[in-house]
């Protein structure tokens, strides 16, 4: 019933677009799986169309995400709008380097031409009619916005004990290399989405390993920036402190390119003033360099976890970055105060509460709920919202000390220093090293709706320092383990950004490891076992 209502509200699944694609379906199928930076070079010489690229992805959609579920909303206006590209291209115009490429959004990004919903019910009709500064900027730049991507409700943020990728508004978003795997979040769609290659490139945010998990267990580039990078202002919010968007892409030259377009100051948004100098430059071919000669890397060692599968895909990982020409140096221990946890718990619960009534109150929309409170209620009354879990992280962050709280301000300092400080900085520093390297996660999890999100393995690297801190982080596709992708990450500095995706190229290119997604209901499906999970008498 609700798919009905969401198709009536804002075109979901966009019928008349995916029927017009089927009928101009391309020649140039091939380029749907090139990176986008290729895609807008032979769009501008003519080697392909932006036409041919809308109708291709609307077709795939149509085609494979029946069983994924990435995909929440279609643009009803992408291919009129790359037509309109193409025109402008054959009548000789210039247009910015990301002209007729098109772009999936995370669903909690505010686009104008579909509502904002966080996957909630409560925002179904969330429709601001505004773009967020980081979608001008890439509609500046030329780029179409395909569509918007499913998430774990309210980023994750709603429930202790959530299940990823879940949302009322959007449903389940499954793992595409194994179907009964989860897809992380909260970025779910947008990984997912990135890994069948369903756009060009995606736009995921994170608060805490919202970018960086699904990118890593999808199999795909993600990048989140250092905090401020890009503006903030019309994503519906979790932490002023914390959040930030960042591209989730096949490659890292793209998520490079994807960075440099989004970033730039925004009135609206005091964690950009004064960033403008620190901007990653638009990569070009005198900037990517070909080996790692005189860098030296920081290789974690006391959070690589002890499962041997994921630890064989990081030694293959750092024998490529020593044959590359980087000095490895081990780091293996690390301490952090007891509270850490729990203060870092605590901030967010405060900043939540500050940032959603904000956000709530600010919304043009006709919606229900205009601060948390009534956000809850209206949880409360909606049966959908409360099927699989409860609103726990809600309750909580209501009755959370408020943001100008000596509280407050002694939780952020201590987990502020830690991560960032006393962490990053002091780890980079003593061991005299340019970055840090570990495995992103540990392989994608089974999906359970009864007790929520676990993984038996554990949650392994470090990337709560670098979101704790808002430092960049950038994960990149390292091997598999039993058909599932695992990444490295590669963590710098605050405003190391363009140092980051640099060292991650060359990774990129020297380790070239890519795993195509097969859509497996079971791992037991995987056509090497056949048979393996039957019987000796019924594999007779």
């Known amino acids: 019933m609700l798919k009905q209502w969401y198709l009536l509200a804002i075109t979901l699944l966009c019928t008349a677009c995916v029927s017009q694609a089927h009928r101009e379906d391309s020649d140039n199928k091939k380029w749907l799986d090139e990176p986008a930076y290729l895609q807008a070079q032979a769009i501008a010489q003519g080697d392909t169309t932006s036409t041919e690229l809308v109708s291709g992805y609307l077709a795939r959609i149509n085609e494979l995400d029946e069983k994924t579920n990435s995909v929440l909303a279609l643009n009803p206006n992408a291919l009129a709008e790359a037509k309109s590209i193409d025109r402008q291209f054959a009548s000789g115009a210039e247009l910015g380097p990301l002209a007729g490429i098109p772009v999936l959004l995370k669903d909690n990004i505010e686009s104008a031409e579909m509502p904002t919903t966080a996957g909630s019910m409560a925002l179904i009709n969330n429709d601001t009619g505004r773009d967020a500064p980081i979608v001008a900027k890439l509609k500046a730049a030329g780029a179409i916005i395909l569509g918007k991507t499913n998430l774990s409700e309210w980023a994750n943020f709603r429930s202790e004990s959530s299940i990823s990728g879940w949302s009322a508004v959007g449903g389940l978003t499954r793992n595409p290399h194994i179907l009964s795997r989860s897809a992380c979040g909260s970025s779910s769609g947008s990984g997912a989405a990135m890994s069948l290659r369903l756009a060009s490139l995606a736009v995921g945010t994170e608060t805490n390993g919202s970018i960086i998990c699904p990118a890593s267990i999808n199999g ?66 005198e900037m990517l360099a070909t080996d790692l000669k005189g860098k030296r890397i920081g290789v974690v060692r006391y959070r690589q976890g002890d499962n041997p599968h994921v630890l064989d895909v990081y030694k293959s990982a750092l024998n490529q970055l020593k044959a ?56 409360s009354q909606t049966e959908r919202e409360l099927a699989l879990f409860n609103q726990d992280i809600f309750e909580k962050s209501l009755d959370a000390a408020p943001i100008d709280s000596e509280a407050y301000h002694s939780a952020l300092s201590l987990i502020q220093d830690t991560a960032g400080k006393n962490g990053i900085d002091a780890l980079l520093a003593k061991h005299n090293v340019d970055v840090l390297v570990a495995p992103s996660n540990s392989p994608s999890f089974l999906i359970d709706g009864v007790y929520g999100d676990h993984s038996p393995a554990g949650f392994i690297g470090i990337g709560y320092l670098a979101a704790v801190a808002g430092y960049p982080h950038l994960t990149v596709p390292a091997g598999e383990v039993k058909g599932l992708p695992v990444g490295i990450s590669f963590i710098g500095a605050k405003w190391k950004d363009e140092e980051v995706l640099k060292m991650g190229k060359v990774f990129e290119a020297k380790h070239g490891f890519f795993i195509k997604p097969g859509l497996l209901p079971t791992r037991f499906d995987d056509p090497s076992l056949k048979g393996i999970q039957n019987g000796l008498n019924e594999s007779r």
């Open 220 to 285: 795909v580039v993600g990048f989140k920036p250092t905090v401020g990078l890009l503006s903030r202002t019309h994503i519906v919010p979790i932490s002023f402190s914390q959040d930030t968007a960042g591209p989730m892409t096949s490659n890292v030259q793209d998520a490079w390119l994807m960075t440099s377009v989004m970033a730039g100051e925004d009135v609206n948004d005091s964690a950009t003033e004064n960033t403008a100098s620190q901007r990653p430059a638009m990569p070009s071919s």
């Open 324 to 379: 590359s020409g980087a000095t490895l140096v081990d780091i293996s221990d690390f301490s952090q105060p007891d509270s850490f946890w729990a203060d870092s718990y605590n901030v967010l619960l405060s900043e939540f509460h500050h940032s959603i009534n904000e956000y709530l109150s600010g919304s043009p929309a006709e919606i229900p709920a205009r601060n948390l409170s009534e956000l809850i209620a209206f949880n």
